[in-house]
C-alpha cells in the first residue's frame, strides 16, 4: 500500500527534469550534456531550455537534462510543467512562522525545485504519531512542509522542519530496512478488523544538519525502496554538486602564523623549549607605515613584525590577558589583564619587540599607567570612535555594585584620559560594548544599557533598554495574553521566538540604520529604540548557537565550533557558511584599524601539547 499523495501533487517523488544541473552549470567539472534529436515534426531537444526566471539563478537560460519519472507516461515537458506547478503553489501557500524573517524572499530570491514529493516522519512526536509530510529539495534548501486544505478548500504549507541549507545539509548511509507503519483506518473500520490497524512498509533514509546533528537529525519514510533509492541519490548529488560549486566567496581566511604559538605538554620534558601558552586575544596595528601582530597568551603578550621572519617576540609577562587594543593615532595600547585595565606607550611597545635602542620590558612597567580606580575590579572594556573623538567604555565590579564608566583620550603632552562623568549602574554582567553614531550601547546577558549624550558629560546618562522579546516571564505572560498581535508573535500557545529565548544570552548588538539588531547566541532580534520589535518579521534564528560574534561593513560573523555564519546585517540573511572546527574569534574590536583574527588547532603533537594556527579573515 502506498502513501497517499497529497491532493493537487504531482506524483510522489517527481524529478524535475533540471535534477541539479542548474547548481553546477557553471561549473567546468560538471558539464551539461546539449545534445538535440530531429524528429519529422521538427527539432526536439533532449535537453529542455527552460526561461531563468522559471528555474534558472543566472543570466542565461538554464540547460536541463531529460531524467526518468517515477510516472514513465508523462513528457519531459509534462514534468517541467508539473513541477513549476507545484514551484508557483508552494510559493502561493507558503506559510511563513509569524515574526520570523524567512529563508527565503519569495518574490525576490530565485528558487529552483530539483526533487520533490510525499515523505513520513515518525520523529517529531514520538511513539506512533507518524505524519505525512512534504519534501522539497532546492538549489538553496531542503525543506519539509506540512500541506493541509483549509475547510475553505485553501491550500497551506507549513514548515515541519527548520529548513536545512545545502551547505549544511548532510546524508546517512543508505541502507536497505523496511519498517511497518500503522494505518489510521478510524474507529469503525478498527472494530471490524478486530482492532487491528492495517500496517503499510515505509523505508526510511536519515538527514541531519552537519552543525547540529543532535538536535537537526530526521528520520524520513519513503513509500517504496524506488523512491527511497531515489531521494537519497538525489541529496548525495546535490550534496557533491555544493562541495564542487566554483563560488567566489565574500570571505575566505588567511594564515598569519601556524607554527610560533603553543601550548605546554603534558609532561614538560625540556626547560630549554618556551611556549606561549593558549592564545586568548590579538590585534592587529598600523605604526610608522608598519602593521604589527601583538596576541596575548597565558604566558605574556608578544609582537611581531606581520612582514617579518622572525619569531615573535614576548614585550609583556602579563597573565592571561583577555583583551588587547591598540591605538595608534595616540601611541597607547591597552591591556585587561587579571581584572585591571592598563595602558602602555605603544611605541615603546614596539621598540621592545624590535629590540631597539635597548629598550626592555622593565621600561614598559616602568611606563604602566593603571586606568580603573582602586579596588575596582574591571569586568571588560571595548574602544571606539564617535564624532571624530575617542573613548574607552568600561565595566568594572566594586564589591557587589556593577558599574560602566567613560574615559577620553586627549591629545596634551603627554597623551591624558579624561574620566567623563559619573558611574554609571549597569546590573548583571556587562561583557561587550557597541559604539554608534552618537551613543554607546553596554550589553549583559539579557538587556542593553544605552549611554547616551557621550560627547557631552553634562547631559549624558545610561538608561536600560527594556527588550520585550527577551523580559522577565511575567511580562511574556502579559505578551502572551495581551500583545501578541503587536509584536507579531501570533496566535500560537508558544511562539518559536520563546524556545529560542531559553538558554540563550546576549552576545552585543549591531546598529542598522534607525534599528538594532541583538546578537542572541541562538538568534537575531531586529527592535527600535524603546525596545520593541522594529519590523513585522523581526528575528531569524542561526543556523547554529553562536558563541562570539563580529559585525564589518553590512556583514555578521557568528562563530560556533563548527562553521562561522556569514549573514547581512540589514537581513539577516545567510550568505556564506565557512567550515572551520575549533575557530575560535579573537579580536573583533569597534575601533577601525581592527581586523577580524580568530585562532584554530594548527596541529596536536604527540606530547600533549597543541599548536595553533592564526588566520585573519578577509
Known sequence: MALPVP?????????????????????????????????????????????????????????MPIQSSSNPSMSSLARVMAAEETRREILAAWTEVEGEIPVLDKDRDPWTLIFYGTLASNSLGGGN???????????????????????TGTIK???????????????????????????????????????????????????YHSAARMTRQHTLYASSSTERNRWHRELVDVIKAQQIRHEKELYTSRVLDESSFRTPPRFQTSQETHFTGQVLCAVEFLYQERHYLAVGCTNGIYVRDRKGRSSPFRVLESD?????????????????????????????????????????????????????????????????????RTFIVYAAKNGTKVTSQVLELLVQNPVKYERLGSPMPTPGDPHD??????????????????????????KMACRKLVLEVTASKNLFSRMLQGLKSGLGLGKSDIPKILELIKGSTILGSVRCGNDTLIVYGAFGCF??????????????????????????????????????ELRRVQTGKLVQIMEMNDMQLLQSGSLASNMIIAAMPARFDGDGGRTERLVELV
Open 433 to 458: 560594548a557597541t559604539f554608534f553614531s552618537d551613543k554607546v550601547a553596554i550589553c549583559t546577558s539579557d538587556t542593553l544599557y544605552i549611554v547616551e549624550d557621550i560627547v557631552d558629560p553634562t
Open 157 to 207: 504549507y507549513t514548515h515541519m522542519i527548520n529548513p536545512i541549507p545545502l551547505k549544511c545539509l548532510r546524508v546517512e548511509p543508505r541502507n536497505d530496512d523496511a519498517l511497518d507503519r500503522k494505518m489510521d483506518v478510524g474507529l469503525f473500520n478498527r472494530i471490524g478488523s478486530c482492532f487491528r490497524s492495517p500496517t503499510e512498509k515505509v523505508y526510511p533514509f536519515t538527514i
Open 7 to 63: 491532493q493537487h501533487s504531482p506524483p510522489v517523488a517527481q524529478q524535475t527534469p533540471n535534477t541539479f544541473t542548474a547548481l553546477v552549470s557553471h561549473s567546468p567539472a560538471v558539464p551539461a550534456p546539449q545534445t538535440h534529436v530531429t524528429t519529422p515534426s521538427g527539432p526536439t531537444p533532449s535537453s529542455l531550455q527552460v526561461p531563468p526566471q522559471i528555474y534558472g539563478t543566472a543570466s542565461a537560460p538554464v540547460t
Open 320 to 388: 592571561t590577558p583577555t583583551s588587547i587594543v591598540a591605538v595608534p593615532e595616540f601611541h597607547k595600547f591597552l591591556v585587561l589583564c587579571e581584572s585591571n585595565l592598563l595602558s602602555y606607550p605603544l611605541d615603546l611597545l614596539v621598540r621592545v619587540s624590535q629590540a631597539q635602542g635597548g629598550a626592555t620590558s622593565k621600561d614598559l612597567y616602568d611606563e604602566e599607567e593603571n586606568l580603573n580606580e582602586a579596588r575596582e575590579d574591571v569586568l571588560f572594556f571595548k574602544a571606539g570612535h564617535i564624532a571624530n
Open 129 to 151: 504519531s507518524w505524519q505525512d509530510g512534504f519534501g522539497v529539495l532546492s538549489d538553496s534548501h531542503f525543506f519539509l512542509f506540512k500541506k493541509e486544505t483549509t475547510p
Open 527 to 564: 527592535v527600535d529604540d524603546h525596545g520593541k520589535p522594529a519590523r513585522s518579521t523581526f528575528y531569524v534564528p542561526w543556523e547554529a548557537t553562536a558563541t562570539a560574534y563580529a559585525h564589518r561593513d553590512d556583514h555578521l560573523f557568528l562563530f560556533s565550533p563548527s562553521f562561522i
